[in-house]
């Protein structure tokens, strides 16, 4: 070991960085023996300590003036040009992939469709004219999801004012899966730019069992329209990786329709001359369909409460059309503004995807092929063979009617050295992963699962933390048990996932004690029961008693204490899916008044009665009460739901709790 | 130094307004401390912070995740960092008078005459990694660097920045 080695493996050290147990020892051997390098090791940590004592920086609040910029900003964009005669593009609608059909072309269509469907196996519904509820529509995509194991699709893309330049572009989609981890996505994009300089849109998202890849062009500044292609290679891909999903609501949709919740059925239809059924839902609700605006590529942004309309064939339950409509609001109109778009109409769509072709035939072989390259990146997540499995909760071939599929071993997030095992079953679309770990030593539930998470009871005994689907993760559930931490995310419903937990026959215990407290600012919050909670405060608990917006369900309660004074928090959250919708805050406290106003934006509201203060940045509502600061607040959630909540607030009593 | 929530960062690329405030809020401190540091001049610091954001709010849209949410904010900061202190390089090149720099009284100077008098190879990874804590990781992403390269950097700026505060002292102490 020399010195330059020495001192550099120190400097590693000092930041953090892990030494192999070899490498310490020699540089700890020679530190003990050299004089410079000690010496190296006393003038950096002198040097650590003169920054460090340093007193901290005053900061001024520019808050203020960089709003005032962006707003400026999003004012001095070029206004929308109006339409004018261009030389590439029409300025209507423009020609689609397939020329408009007459209607005996469009009968050819259908037919091309309809010939392609292989309808029919366990999720196949007859098509009638009996009238259909939204629940058929959901237990029939749920169906059709666990029965699907090869799909193929063509799809056409048509999506307007991409840029001023390019009013429409025209993109085709192609898809293909197999069941249950292989699937390829492609893009290609048929638009005539104004110049050679711009990037075509061309994306091809390939995920194979443990590889995963991407290719398309990179992110670039907007305004720019000649952006490098890039390709992006993930190895040792985990099984049903959150981080390189498979895109399946692009197949059978039932990611974005299970629940139900703000999603409307809107009737029964013909689209390209096949019974199908009509929903709506808000585009924020319907992110799930439309993966191929998230993974790369340029593409013209879309409003949260724009409206999608989804066809599902009646029969198949396959997406055969989706578009996107602008929502109308003035909301959306300074929205408009802000990224440069023109005035767009409430009837006419922004996005329009229509299937040409849907089959479910095994895609060829080599359709999911993913080439070595020199950059892969590595999700680390290490094969085990499935009759190699130490003995854990997971059993060996099936789970609940899914079958055994790929195991790995794996870090546990943020963790150096601890280890989980997971072990996933899959059936069509489907999927579970179970993990395990014994290392877990943090204080507060294992896996992605908040500490405000439900409290749910585990049939066949116990209890377990639940989270709903978001965007990225599955319905989950952290177990704690006596012999270690168990982690149980699947695409299923919650009750579905429910049973599973039951057919793996673990004893689920409470969170302990350590695990209920945390650090709340200079204070500690601890979670509780209602029941504790009303003998611990001095003031009435008021809880809603019927105004929760659709869906929503008492997670969790916790009391929050800072020397004498104490407060409470009551967190509201979705059961099935939070795409789009935040869990909802109740937080309650003695207070004789409101404090001054947090926020420049705020408006005076009446509620229940009383003069309260509505926050809009912060979605929150907050008034005094007899002598009882509440304060609702949650994301996504508009005032007239959140007054909702606030007019039904009652005081709980603790015969409200587990009674029937 | 902590990941916007994934919600509040979706709707400020979604153009909501009240979500890029809160981005503000929360890194406000982090660019102008960087800038500080990078500049050693408040004001210009000041003004580094808002063009920052700005230039953040304008490319919101082409942020993929591809490194942290901060790593990609300090990127834009430091070039709007060397933007600035080029511009002023300009200005005093024409205008031939040096401006003083307003130091920053609250830095130590000993500490801030060392950091001045090494190359902005060593000071930028030790400011990234000593005084804002980030990782290896997150200064690669944040100068564009290979891990490997940054490591190196920063033992380097270990020896170059003690042996300019020892200096620094000496001098100081006659």
């Known amino acids: 070991m020399n010195c330059r080695r020495a001192q550099a493996a120190l400097s590693e050290r000092m930041d953090g960085e892990h030494l192999s147990s070899r490498l310490a020892g020699a540089v700890d051997t020679h530190l003990a023996r050299c004089s410079r390098c000690s010496a190296f090791v006393r003038d950096a940590e002198r040097l650590r300590a003169a920054v460090r004592i340093t007193p901290a920086m005053a900061v001024p609040d520019l808050v203020e003036p960089i709003m005032a910029a962006v707003a400026r900003e999003a004012h001095a964009r070029p206004a929308p040009e109006r339409p004018r005669l261009a030389p590439v593009r029409t300025l ?7 020329p408009r059909l007459g209607p005996a072309a469009a009968g050819l269509l259908a037919g091309a469709v309809v010939g392609s469907f292989l309808v029919g196996g366990p999720w196949h519904r007859p098509v009638g004219e009996a009238p259909i509820a939204l629940a058929d529509v959901t237990r029939g995509v749920v169906a059709a999801a666990s029965g699907l194991d090869a799909y193929r699709a063509r799809f056409s893309v048509v999506e307007r004012n991409f840029d001023p330049r390019v009013r429409f572009r025209e993109l085709t989609l192609n898809v293909w899966f197999r069941a249950p981890e292989r699937f390829r996505m492609d893009v290609s994009d048929h638009t005539s730019y104004p110049s050679r300089d711009w990037t075509p849109n061309d994306l091809s998202l390939v995920v194979n069992r443990s590889r995963w890849s991407l290719d398309g062009p990179t992110a670039c500044p907007a305004g720019i329209h000649s952006c490098p292609e890039a390709r992006t290679v993930v190895l040792n891909r985990a099984p049903f990786s959150s981080a390189t999903p498979v895109q399946t609501d692009l197949m059978v949709p039932f990611g974005t329709i299970a629940g139900g919740q703000r999603i409307r059925l809107l009737g029964q239809t013909r689209v390209l001359g096949r019974p199908a059924v009509e929903l709506e839902l808000p585009f924020q609700r319907a992110t799930p369909l439309f993966p191929f605006l998230r993974v790369g590529g340029q593409w ?3 409003f949260a ?3 999608v309309v989804l066809s599902l064939d009646a029969a198949t339950w396959f997406p055969l059309r989706f578009e996107v409509f602008p929502s109308p609001s003035e909301a959306r109109d300074q929205w408009e503004l802000r990224f440069g778009l023109p005035d767009e109409a409430s009837d006419e769509p922004v996005l329009t995807v229509d299937a040409l072709e849907v089959a479910t035939r095994v895609p060829p072989a080599g359709t999911f092929a993913i080439p070595a390259t020199g950059h892969a990146q590595d999700e680390a997540a290490h094969p085990v063979a499935l009759d190699e499995l130490p003995k854990g909760f997971a059993g060996p071939d099936q789970l609940d009617g899914l079958d055994a599929y790929r195991a790995a071993r794996t870090h546990v997030a943020e963790r150096a050295g601890a280890e989980q095992t997971v072990v996933t079953y899959a059936q069509g679309l489907t999927w579970v992963k179970v993990a395990e770990t014994h290392d877990w030593e943090r204080n507060e539930p294992y896996g992605s699962v908040d500490r405000h998470a439900e409290e749910v009871e585990v049939p066949g005994g116990g209890v377990a933390y639940y989270e709903p689907a978001s965007e990225d993760l599955g319905r989950r559930l952290a177990i704690h048990t006596e012999e270690g931490e168990l982690y149980v995310e699947t695409n299923l419903s919650r009750e579905r996932l429910l049973e599973i937990v039951a057919a793996l026959g673990v ?3 409470p969170l302990p004690e350590a695990w209920r407290v945390r ?3 200079d204070g500690v919050a ?3 029961s209602l029941e504790e909670a009303l003998g611990e405060v001095d003031f009435p608990i008021l809880l809603p008693a019927d105004g929760l917006p659709a869906g929503y369900v008492l997670a969790s309660i916790e009391v929050v204490r800072l020397g004498r004074q104490s407060g409470l928090n009551a967190y509201f959250s979705q059961r099935d899916t ?11 406290e003695a207070a004789g008044e409101l404090s001054p106003a947090p926020a420049a934006k705020q408006s005076a509201v009446e509620v229940r009665g009383r003069e309260g203060r509505w926050i809009p940045d912060r979605s929150q509502l907050e008034w005094i009460e007899d002598g009882v600061y509440v304060s609702l607040d949650a994301e996504g959630i508009p005032l007239e739901e959140l007054l909702l909540v606030a007019v039904s607030l009652a005081p709980a009593g603790v015969q409200q709790e587990g009674t029937p | 130094m902590q990941d916007p929530d994934p919600r509040t960062l979706a709707r400020a690329r979604d153009g909501d307004p009240g979500a890029f405030e809160d981005l503000v809020r929360l ?10 540091y990078l500049t050693r001049d408040r004001t210009l610091a000041e003004d580094i912070t808002q063009e920052a954001f700005l230039r953040a709010f304008r490319f919101l849209g082409t942020f993929r995740g591809e490194s942290r949410f901060s790593s990609w904010l300090l990127r834009i900061t430091r070039n709007c960092g060397m933007d600035a202190l080029r511009a002023r390089q300009r200005g005093m090149e024409d205008r031939h008078t040096v401006p003083a720099p307003a130091a920053d009284p609250t830095v130590r100077a000993e500490l801030d005459h060392a950091l001045g008098s090494v190359t902005d190879e060593h000071r930028e990874p030790f400011l990234l990694i000593e005084v804002l804590g980030l990782s290896y990781q997150e200064a690669a992403d944040i100068l564009q660097l290979k891990v490997g390269t940054v490591k190196s950097r920063m033992h380097r700026a270990r020896i170059a920045l003690s042996r300019a505060l020892i200096d620094e002292e000496e001098t100081g102490e006659l």
Do not use: M, S, T, W
């Open chain 1, 507 to 509: 004893e689920a215990a």
């Open chain 2, 27 to 36: 890194y406000q401190a982090d660019v102008y401390r960087f800038a500080c």
């Open chain 1, 526 to 528: 601890v979670r509780v």
């Open chain 1, 519 to 521: 650090k709340a600012g």
């Open chain 1, 92 to 98: 209507r609608r423009p020609p689609p992939l397939l």
């Open chain 1, 305 to 307: 409460a724009d409206r």
């Open chain 1, 300 to 302: 013209r942004p879309f």
């Open chain 1, 578 to 588: 939070e795409l789009g919708a935040q869990p909802i805050r109740l937080h309650l």
